[in-house]
């Protein structure tokens, strides 16, 4: 295959992987956008919610405040803690993550000195965010049937990312690979925007659709990335239920988590769904995170592990969600992918109009 014939495949098929998938990565990037700032946005919410907390003294103890947690939804059938925050400065609330019969993620927000209840159901802002944004976002509100198909359009806005690296015209002339003639005819101007704006964000789209590829069909990908860098996995750890015997008390649990790392101070709980999970406890040292797992019935410690120290495929696994969320540059970056959010937009009403451009043409020459 000659370049010619090449390059022609090569446009071909982004022409048509773009007409078949933008209408859905539009969507994608768009709720992407929104979600950027999602911790800030939730963070304002929670202000709102909580009101304003005095430091007064000692925080309470976390069984107290789990407990009183407990007692207010004990009525509610079906309520578990799935996990527990504690705050970052002395002026935030502790954050109780519910799951309920009806809501599967309710945080409950309270004052960590007095024990009391801040909010007492879901805001809009929640419900807009948990109920729409996200699983539109990763799943078309489609469930688990949802989930792998934004996985393959994942996949298949990688590929189009990687041909339109290839087609882009700027590796023949640099400066003209960048530059709009605004005072030109409207189809030169309308090719202008699209190659500068997919070369300007090409590398972040491709980080984004990538990383949603590789969670969304994580059970495929994570093997792959575990071989190919020589990696061991992360053993699959899992309680053992011990015969008329309920799981230990998080007493004795935090307090074995805590001896196992006695410098550090606890950041999260991540509790068990199901009688085989295990108990989690997040521990924050300078700028390390370990986390201590934990058989929730015998109370064995199964793991002790550092964010530090990780695996090659752990760390690359790890790096995919400031890849994916923008984070790892900091507040520039972050701003800058809500316009990487913006621009499967952009890119898509460009190139159909190119399309339609070419469309008609043909059609005329036939004529």
């Not at 705050?87 to 024990?115: Q, R």
């Not at 015969?243 to 790392?261: N, V």
């Amino acid at each position: 295959m000659n370049y010619k014939k090449l390059r022609n495949f090569v446009f071909t098929l982004h022409r048509y992987i773009g007409l078949a998938v933008g209408l859905i990565a539009i969507i994608v990037g768009l709720t992407g956008s929104l979600l950027v700032f999602h911790s800030e946005i939730d963070n304002f919410d929670q202000h709102l919610q909580s009101g304003i907390i005095t430091p007064q003294g000692k925080q309470l103890p976390v069984e107290v405040v789990l407990n009183n947690v407990k007692k207010i939804y004990a009525d509610q059938l079906g309520v578990k803690f799935q996990r527990f925050y504690l705050p970052t400065k002395p002026n935030e609330s502790m954050t109780v993550i519910l799951k309920t019969k009806e809501i599967d993620w309710l945080p409950i927000y309270v004052n960590p000195y007095t024990g009391a209840i801040l909010n007492s159901k879901p805001s809009l802002i929640q419900k807009m965010f948990f109920d729409v944004i996200y699983p539109l976002h990763y799943a078309l509100l489609g469930g688990d049937i949802g989930l792998k198909f934004v996985g393959v359009i994942g996949l298949l806005m990688t590929i189009l990312s990687i041909t339109g690296i290839l087609l882009w015209p700027g590796w023949r002339r640099l400066i003209s690979g960048f530059k709009i003639k605004w005072n030109a005819h409207p189809k030169r101007v309308n090719f202008d925007i699209h190659k500068v704006a997919g070369f300007i964000t090409v590398v972040f789209l491709t980080f984004t659709f990538f990383t949603g590829f590789c969670w969304n069909f994580s059970e495929f990908a994570n093997p792959i990335i575990y071989a190919i860098t020589f990696s061991k996995p992360q053993p699959n750890l899992v309680s053992v239920p011990i015969a008329g015997k309920s799981p230990l008390g998080l007493t004795d649990q935090l307090k074995t988590a805590q001896a196992a790392l006695p410098d550090a101070s606890l950041s999260k709980i991540y509790f068990p769904g199901q009688p085989e999970e295990i108990l989690a406890f997040s521990f924050k040292l300078k700028e390390e995170y370990s986390d201590v797992s934990l058989d929730q019935y015998s109370g064995e410690v199964l793991q002790v592990s550092s964010s530090l120290k990780v695996s090659l495929g752990d760390r690359i696994l790890n790096s995919f969600s400031p890849l994916h969320y923008g984070t790892f540059g900091g507040l520039p970056t972050r701003i800058l992918y809500v316009f990487v959010g913006l621009s499967p937009l952009i890119l898509f009403i460009t190139g159909f109009v190119m399309y339609q451009h070419r469309y008609q043409e043909k059609s005329v020459r036939h004529n």
